[in-house]
């Protein structure tokens, strides 16, 4: 069977703004079915953001926070998120497979990502977490907090972190393993926890910062010998000129023409750009990326649907 990534966008659990948990447990059950399903067919590894969910879970952090119980750093909420959005996924595709009478084998990973200490992304923040603000609320926000704030793609402020590449893998062994014994693994999510490693005795320390969830899955995809890299967005294709009047779906595209767009600024910096970069980054002989939504995927991975970008 092919071996594919999914990475699913932050926002695949919010999809109306679900903010319980129970409510986006409930989203994530659609999602489930359909990974049980594609597992039949395919080698499957999950990957997925945490945009919203770690936000949230650095307000709670602050919010609460006492001498006696400090708030939690971002590299900690990330793990957390990294338990939370995998229980609610690892939950849903196990009953998918019992509803069938099958016996459900998946696993999340709690995953570490290497990235540079030194990395120039440290000295700009530029990803986007947590909820959108007007500017008045950003700025007062981040005076209050230290925080540094952005416009993201037209639709708010959002407070911005360190994004460095991702550089290794932990566990991508222990994931590669799980997958060739037939496991649905849940992977690098939200990009991973980032670390970095020390000079002297290479060991692994966690650092703040928010990986890219594409660039992440994708150097998963890169190591575990992958046959295809897809974005689940929340857009059926990728789109030259989105959101005018003369806005053009892409389907059958190559690396080197898609990669072309990209540099041209066709695609915003803070919502397809990363998506359109991991998946041109991906694409060699013999693999491809797909960029699309959940509602085409099964259609996409049979070359139907979706933006397909092949060497």
Known sequence: MKKIVLALGGNALQKKGESTAEAQKKVAE???ALIA???QKYEI????GNGPQVGNIMIHEESAATEKAPAMPLETAVAMSQGQIGYW????????FIKEGKR?????????????????????PTKPIGEFYTAAEAKKLA????????????????????????????????INELVEEGVIVIAVGGGGIPVY??????????????????????????????????SVTAVPNVYINFGLKDQRALTEISAKELGGLARYGYFAAGSMLPKVQAAVGFVKKDRTSIITDIDNLEQALAGKAGTIVKS
């Open 45 to 48: 590894i999950v990957a997925h």
């Open 89 to 96: 996924l690892s939950q849903a595709i196990s009953n998918a």
């Open 197 to 230: 490693r020390t000079k002297i005795l290479k060991r692994l320390k966690g650092v703040d910062a928010v990986i890219d969830k594409d660039l992440a899955a994708e150097r998963l995809a890169e190591l575990v010998k992958a046959d295809v890299f897809v």
């Open 104 to 124: 459900p084998k998946v696993a999340t990973i709690v995953t570490q990502v290497v990235v540079d200490k030194n990395d120039p992304a440290f000295r700009n």
């Open 143 to 174: 005076l209050k907090n230290h925080w540094t704030v952005k416009e993201d793609a037209g639709r708010g402020w959002r407070r911005v972190v360190a994004s460095p590449k991702p550089i290794d893998i932990v566990e991508k062994k222990a």
């Open 30 to 32: 659609k999602i489930g």
């Open 37 to 39: 399903d594609l597992s």
